[in-house]
């Protein structure tokens, strides 16, 4: 399977992009997250924490 | 602004409740069988169909998916149809999932004893089932985003989340583990191999526990709790941490079911490093689950379905501290293969899932009937034995598991292992009694449950429509000056649903991607070499029976291991086995030298040990084998599992499958004659010669010159 991308990944040179990459991807996400959450509006915040109590 | 008047659809709920209860006695009964199975393997195990092997798969796929599948069904036609004002896009559709869901599950239950399996744990199911859970999958996909998109409330509520998180990623869980090559209707063989197949499978198991037992469910944690408590969630604020971080970090996870095997080093040290940081999302919602009842822990006292609820609760914060606790290396090397994992899951399915499930049910069914529960007593009778049953079945599991871990671990002052396998089983029996008492005692309330149920049901009317009214959601939203870019996520499903996908296959392509494309990942051994025709026969029979369930394929690097079973195993051995066969349990001993070194014996001894293994090691708990001395090999099929393997990359030279027959039976008739040698008169067409083979081939190649 995917043959015909193995030969070009099979030795993998530039494998040392490949943690730093991971390291990125994961404190860009939670840096992400926690960014939105703080600049949420907090009225909107209440609407939306009470729509399982309407009905 | 317009009100618009409609109904919910309660008859679709009031199904899948009936089904997740009734379903849930019957998994749990099955379970409790196979639980007294290894108290009394003699009497219990009906052979063929009712064996250990055979039945311990359809306990897990009856409880996981037809239980709680059926639960989070039930929930989520709920809790979705209010939470964004609308009814449930089609009955139809509706009806469909419902029906196909049933028979899915019918199937299950006919094809699971009668031995049709892929011995993928939590994914046995053959491919015409596989491919009839992916279209109802769809249907159930189509018929929520429908539902979301015709809603009349903008806002997405995070229980919401959690549900199209659930859909897209058990949708890509099940697609990729299911990838496989069909030989017959009821025979496939998977795509991938030995270590590979290792990886999917348990990215693919990890994650049905997370995106199939987890996810949902706190979906409907944040709504019916909210819902018993008559209190808004703690904080939303935290629940959206929760969400994004726990489905961004599970997918990582699935390693940490292979630590110290032929995994490649890099992938466990991800898993073990993400499995750790998977606690503070859970405790994070665990937190904001219990918080969600400040003010109101009076009620809790009077409350049943929020006694349900909280043990619930609790449970899930429990399991999840232990969960990354086992995923540490050090723990793990005691842990795995032990009865404690055992203890551990169960801890989550009795606990979080069954306890969640029964609190919803004791809130939603008198609701849906417009009357009042019929018993409040027999309500809290279940919850009492519901959590003595709890602490009945997962402490004796937990005590054996340290003690089985440390009889095997132990050695003498002269360096010799300390205990026989065998001895490590027999010690096992009481305690499998007393965690069947557990087992019991849990049954016995979900059956009073069941009855207090069924009679408000009776006592009640079903509104199977239900009168709302809501205003219409305005065609465009204007934005409004000040407002965040961020707002728009909660508005647009279908930007929710392309996000959680991006979020859950990164960590999943870190892990594959390599594992399969690198090729120093799985190092070749010249030496290893396809398995004969026969031995190709008898490893499909070995996975009919679920062997696996019983018996691990995989010697770690312990020396506790290696004394014991031999030279620890190697990535390169398991290059040709579509499916890999390592286990996750060791009840019975690791096979995975089996015909080599020390472990070797002789034809003779297989043969009387299959047909009665407490005959040859006193105390085994394992059932007989006996009817493959009587049932013939179906040889018809060699040609085409040949054909099959040659497509997936086996080396088997061309023409091969034509000649195979031939060379099955010759090895076949070499191991009939030296039987007869030691007095053993067998017909060389039987079933069990060919797991004979299977069984002295396994782990001598690498010593092969």
Same mark, same amino acid.
């Given at each position: 399977?995917?043959?015909?991308?193995?030969?070009?990944?099979?030795?993998?040179?530039?494998?040392?992009?490949?943690?730093?990459?991971?390291?990125? #991807?994961? @404190?860009?996400?939670?840096?992400? !997250?926690?960014?939105? #959450?703080? @600049?949420?509006?907090?009225?909107? !915040?209440?609407?939306?924490?009470?729509?399982?109590?309407?009905? | 602004?317009?009100?618009?008047?409609?109904?919910?659809?309660?008859?679709?709920?009031?199904?899948?409740?009936?089904?997740?209860?009734?379903?849930?006695?019957?998994?749990?009964?099955?379970?409790?069988?196979?639980?007294?199975?290894?108290?009394?393997?003699?009497?219990?195990?009906?052979?063929?169909?009712?064996?250990?092997?055979?039945?311990?798969?359809?306990?897990?796929?009856?409880?996981?998916?037809?239980?709680?599948?059926?639960?989070?069904?039930?929930?989520?036609?709920?809790?979705?149809?209010?939470?964004?004002?609308?009814?449930?896009?089609?009955?139809?559709?509706?009806?469909?999932?419902?029906?196909?869901?049933?028979?899915?599950?019918?199937?299950?239950?006919?094809?699971?004893?009668?031995?049709?399996?892929?011995?993928?744990?939590?994914?046995?199911?053959?491919?015409?089932?596989?491919?009839?859970?992916?279209?109802?999958?769809?249907?159930?996909?189509?018929?929520?985003?429908?539902?979301?998109?015709?809603?009349?409330?903008?806002?997405?509520?995070?229980?919401?989340?959690?549900?199209?998180?659930?859909?897209?990623?058990?949708?890509?869980?099940?697609?990729?583990?299911?990838?496989?090559?069909?030989?017959?209707?009821?025979?496939?063989?998977?795509?991938?191999?030995?270590?590979?197949?290792?990886?999917?499978?348990?990215?693919?198991?990890?994650?049905?526990?997370?995106?199939?037992?987890?996810?949902?469910?706190?979906?409907?944690?944040?709504?019916?709790?909210?819902?018993?408590?008559?209190?808004?969630?703690?904080?939303?604020?935290?629940?959206?941490?929760?969400?994004?971080?726990?489905?961004?970090?599970?997918?990582?996870?699935?390693?940490?079911?292979?630590?110290?095997?032929?995994?490649?080093?890099?992938?466990?040290?991800?898993?073990?490093?993400?499995?750790?940081?998977?606690?503070?999302?859970?405790?994070?919602?665990?937190?904001?689950?219990?918080?969600?009842?400040?003010?109101?822990?009076?009620?809790?006292?009077?409350?049943?379905?929020?006694?349900?609820?909280?043990?619930?609760?609790?449970?899930?914060?429990?399991?999840?501290?232990?969960?990354?606790?086992?995923?540490?290396?050090?723990?793990?090397?005691?842990?795995?293969?032990?009865?404690?994992?055992?203890?551990?899951?169960?801890?989550?399915?009795?606990?979080?899932?069954?306890?969640?499930?029964?609190?919803?049910?004791?809130?939603?069914?008198?609701?849906?009937?417009?009357?009042?529960?019929?018993?409040?007593?027999?309500?809290?009778?279940?919850?009492?034995?519901?959590?003595?049953?709890?602490?009945?079945?997962?402490?004796?599991?937990?005590?054996?598991?340290?003690?089985?871990?440390?009889?095997?671990?132990?050695?003498?002052?002269?360096?010799?292992?300390?205990?026989?396998?065998?001895?490590?089983?027999?010690?096992?029996?009481?305690?499998?009694?007393?965690?069947?008492?557990?087992?019991?005692?849990?049954?016995?309330?979900?059956?009073?449950?069941?009855?207090?149920?069924?009679?408000?049901?009776?006592?009640?009317?079903?509104?199977?429509?239900?009168?709302?009214?809501?205003?219409?959601?305005?065609?465009?939203?204007?934005?409004?000056?000040?407002?965040?870019?961020?707002?728009?996520?909660?508005?647009?499903?279908?930007?929710?649903?392309?996000?959680?996908?991006?979020?859950?296959?990164?960590?999943?392509?870190?892990?594959?991607?390599?594992?399969?494309?690198?090729?120093?990942?799985?190092?070749?051994?010249?030496?290893?070499?396809?398995?004969?025709?026969?031995?190709?026969?008898?490893?499909?029979?070995?996975?009919?029976?679920?062997?696996?369930?019983?018996?691990?394929?995989?010697?770690?690097?312990?020396?506790?291991?290696?004394?014991?079973?031999?030279?620890?195993?190697?990535?390169?051995?398991?290059?040709?086995?579509?499916?890999?066969?390592?286990?996750?349990?060791?009840?019975?001993?690791?096979?995975?030298?089996?015909?080599?070194?020390?472990?070797?014996?002789?034809?003779?001894?297989?043969?009387?040990?299959?047909?009665?293994?407490?005959?040859?090691?006193?105390?085994?708990?394992?059932?007989?084998?006996?009817?493959?001395?009587?049932?013939?090999?179906?040889?018809?099929?060699?040609?085409?599992?040949?054909?099959?393997?040659?497509?997936?990359?086996?080396?088997?030279?061309?023409?091969?499958?034509?000649?195979?027959?031939?060379?099955?039976?010759?090895?076949?008739?070499?191991?009939?004659?030296?039987?007869?040698?030691?007095?053993?008169?067998?017909?060389?067409?039987?079933?069990?010669?060919?797991?004979?083979?299977?069984?002295?081939?396994?782990?001598?190649?690498?010593?092969?010159?």
């Amino acid at each position: 399977m995917f043959s015909f991308i193995k030969k070009y990944t099979e030795t993998m040179e530039h494998s040392t992009i490949y943690p730093i990459f991971s390291l990125l #991807v994961f @404190v860009v996400f939670f840096v992400g !997250v926690l960014w939105y #959450v703080k @600049v949420m509006d907090k009225k909107e !915040v209440d609407t939306i924490k009470n729509l399982p109590l309407e009905n | 602004m317009q009100v618009e008047r409609f109904q919910y659809d309660n008859k679709t709920v009031r199904n899948f409740a009936i089904a997740t209860i009734i379903w849930g006695v019957v998994g749990m009964t099955v379970g409790l069988w196979v639980a007294l199975q290894l108290v009394f393997p003699t009497t219990l195990n009906l052979q063929p169909f009712f064996s250990f092997g055979r039945i311990r798969p359809l306990h897990t796929n009856a409880v996981i998916f037809a239980f709680v599948g059926n639960g989070i069904f039930m929930g989520v036609y709920y809790s979705l149809q209010r939470l964004l004002k609308a009814r449930m896009y089609s009955d139809l559709l509706s009806k469909i999932h419902f029906w196909g869901w049933q028979l899915i599950i019918v199937a299950a239950a006919i094809t699971l004893p009668l031995g049709i399996s892929t011995a993928k744990e939590y994914a046995e199911l053959e491919w015409p089932i596989d491919i009839a859970i992916t279209l109802i999958w769809v249907v159930f996909g189509w018929n929520m985003f429908a539902t979301i998109i015709k809603r009349r409330e903008r806002h997405l509520y995070v229980a919401i989340w959690f549900y199209i998180a659930t859909f897209v990623t058990v949708a890509v869980l099940h697609l990729v583990n299911s990838f496989e090559l069909p030989i017959s209707l009821f025979k496939s063989y998977t795509w991938y191999a030995g270590v590979q197949d290792a990886l999917v499978q348990w990215w693919y198991g990890h994650n049905a526990v997370a995106f199939f037992l987890t996810t949902p469910y706190l979906g409907l944690m944040y709504y019916f709790m909210p819902k018993a408590a008559n209190r808004p969630v703690f904080s939303y604020k935290l629940s959206i941490i929760h969400f994004w971080a726990l489905i961004f970090l599970y997918i990582w996870a699935g390693p940490h079911h292979l630590l110290y095997t032929a995994l490649p080093n890099w992938a466990q040290s991800l898993g073990v490093v993400f499995s750790f940081m998977l606690i503070f999302p859970s405790w994070g919602g665990m937190i904001n689950g219990l918080l969600t009842l400040r003010g109101a822990w009076d009620r809790v006292r009077e409350d049943v379905i929020l006694k349900f609820m909280v043990v619930a609760v609790t449970a899930y914060g429990m399991s999840t501290f232990e969960g990354p606790m086992l995923s540490l290396k050090s723990i793990n090397a005691v842990a795995h293969y032990t009865d404690w994992i055992v203890a551990h899951v169960h801890v989550g399915g009795l606990g979080w899932n069954g306890m969640l499930t029964f609190g919803i049910l004791y809130w939603l069914i008198p609701r849906m009937y417009k009357t009042d529960l019929f018993s409040n007593k027999l309500a809290n009778a279940h919850f009492w034995l519901a959590t003595l049953g709890i602490l009945f079945y997962a402490i004796p599991m937990y005590w054996a598991g340290w003690q089985q871990a440390s009889m095997w671990k132990q050695f003498t002052p002269t360096g010799q292992l300390k205990y026989q396998f065998l001895e490590t089983v027999t010690y096992m029996r009481p305690f499998y009694a007393m965690r069947s008492l557990g087992g019991l005692l849990y049954l016995t309330g979900a059956i009073l449950g069941m009855v207090n149920l069924f009679k408000t049901i009776g006592k009640g009317t079903l509104v199977a429509n239900e009168d709302a009214e809501a205003p219409a959601l305005e065609a465009t939203h204007e934005k409004h000056k000040g407002e965040h870019w961020h707002r728009w996520i909660e508005r647009k499903p279908t930007l929710m649903l392309v996000m959680s996908l991006i979020v859950i296959l990164i960590g999943g392509a870190v892990e594959m991607i390599p594992t399969f494309l690198v090729k120093s990942n799985v190092p070749t051994i010249s030496s290893v070499k396809p398995y004969t025709p026969l031995e190709l026969q008898g490893r499909d029979i070995y996975v009919r029976e679920g062997c696996y369930t019983c018996h691990s394929q995989m010697i770690r690097p312990f020396r506790s291991e290696t004394e014991r079973y031999g030279e620890y195993s190697k990535a390169g051995e398991f290059v040709y086995d579509h499916p890999f066969q390592w286990g996750s349990k060791r009840t019975g001993p690791d096979l995975a030298r089996e015909g080599a070194g020390n472990n070797k014996k002789s034809n003779a001894w297989h043969f009387n040990h299959l047909d009665e293994p407490s005959a040859i090691s006193t105390g085994s708990v394992m059932p007989s084998y006996a009817f493959l001395i009587d049932h013939e090999l179906d040889t018809a099929t060699t040609a085409s599992k040949i054909k099959a393997m040659q497509t997936l990359g086996v080396p088997y030279a061309s023409g091969y499958a034509e000649i195979a027959n031939k060379e099955l039976m010759d090895q076949a008739k070499l191991i009939a004659a030296n039987l007869k040698q030691d007095g053993i008169e067998v017909g060389a067409n039987k079933e069990i010669i060919s797991v004979i083979a299977y069984l002295q081939r396994l782990g001598t190649d690498i010593n092969k010159k």
